[in-house]
């Protein structure tokens, strides 16, 4: 059996997510390009093969696409961040336009990449976020629950997204309100039932995260990938 790692590099044009691929076989790198279509989630088969071209195994791929959004300063870095490096910092830097993270889950029923497309809050990027939004797979709303502005946003974030992203005529478009920053719950002005009852109204699924502890975060990004897949082969 051979040692197997992957290292993933996404690069975006309009309408795709360019893969680039590097496979260690016994210290040896391999290196192979494939192309999706982020309209579609076609299993992307990548074939590795040995110094000699003979076969070594097979791997299949399904790759998906979540954008994170939310009012500046809601943590939606930090939550990438938590879950790539089980890190926290308390100093934030604006996201420009938006920055791009790639985590691989394993499932019974195969690998799935997800890439997540963390969105700056801030408005001057308006125009040049907009081609990130194209074919997304999942949304990630996020608000803070301290701050009543962030949850107002959610409704109209959502309703203006939705038009944007492509999503093929009868395909659903599954998507999280993630209610952060659950560590200061004890200055919290949005409660559990007012994020319970707007989730259910737009058809999300509800989670409270935090990024400093850690809370819920995995499980957050895991059903966005699980949610993905799921509504893939549902159709």
Known sequence: MYPLTFVVRFLISSKSIIILVKVFISSKTLRFVSKCNTNNADKQL?????????WVTNLAVELYKAIIVGAPSVGKSSLVRRY???????????TIAADL?????????GKVVLTIVDVGGQETFAALRNRFYEGAHHLILVYDMTNK????????LYEALT?????QRGQFL????????????????????????????LHLQYFETSARTGESVSEMFMFAAAESRRLRHST
């Open 174 to 201: 599954g998507g999280s309100l993630v209610a952060n920053k659950v560590d200061l719950r004890g200055e919290a002005v949005i409660s559990e039932d007012d994020g319970r009852l707007l989730a259910n109204l």
């Open 101 to 109: 993270s790639a985590i691989t889950f394993d499932f019974p029923e």
């Open 46 to 54: 990548l074939t590795v093969f040995s110094c000699k071209n003979k």
């Open 149 to 156: 502005d962030t949850f107002n946003r959610i409704t109209p």
């Open 84 to 94: 790539k490096t089980n890190e926290f910092r308390e100093e934030h830097t604006a």
């Open 163 to 167: 038009e944007k992203i492509c999503i």
